[in-house]
Nanobody, 126 residues
Framework: QVQLVESGGGLVQAGGSLRLSCACSGRTFSSHIMGWFRQAQGKEREFLAAITWSGGRTYYADSVKGRFTISRDNAKNTVYLQMNSLKPEDTAVYYC???????????????????WGKGTQVTVSS
């Protein structure tokens, strides 16, 4: 059974940084794509970044390109999202997700991901 557990959220001042972690278990993820999304109150879930477990290719939403960095540690089965220069509008619940594997493109829609963590709250104060 696939399990994704996010951690690292919290309260940070504008301009600060946070690193989110997503611990993955339950299967071998070598053919999977891992993604990070966020959902602000009253808004739809928004794609942020994705990475291939094998090879580490990355893809970013324009809204976070240059500020957020996605990475993975194969040995720890963990995916990270380093977030810099945070803004109050980055306040949201952040989720990691993975697909069923074997896809050759980066999905940017939530429906393209099959397994989700429960999320971690990030609050950026002005």
């Amino acid at each position: 059974q696939v399990q994704l557990v996010e951690s690292g959220g919290g309260l940070v001042q504008a301009g600060g940084s946070l690193r989110l972690s997503c611990a993955c278990s339950g299967r071998t993820f070598s053919s999977h794509i891992m993604g990070w999304f966020r959902q602000a109150q009253g808004k739809e879930r928004e794609f942020l970044a994705a990475i291939t477990w094998s090879g580490g290719r990355t893809y970013y939403a324009d809204s976070v390109k240059g500020r957020f960095t996605i990475s993975r540690d194969n040995a720890k089965n963990t995916v990270y999202l380093q977030m810099n220069s945070l803004k109050p509008e980055d306040t949201a619940v952040y989720y990691c997700a993975t697909d069923r594997g074997g896809r050759s493109y980066f999905g940017v829609r939530a429906v393209e991901y099959d397994y989700w963590g429960k999320g971690t709250q990030v609050t950026v104060s002005s």
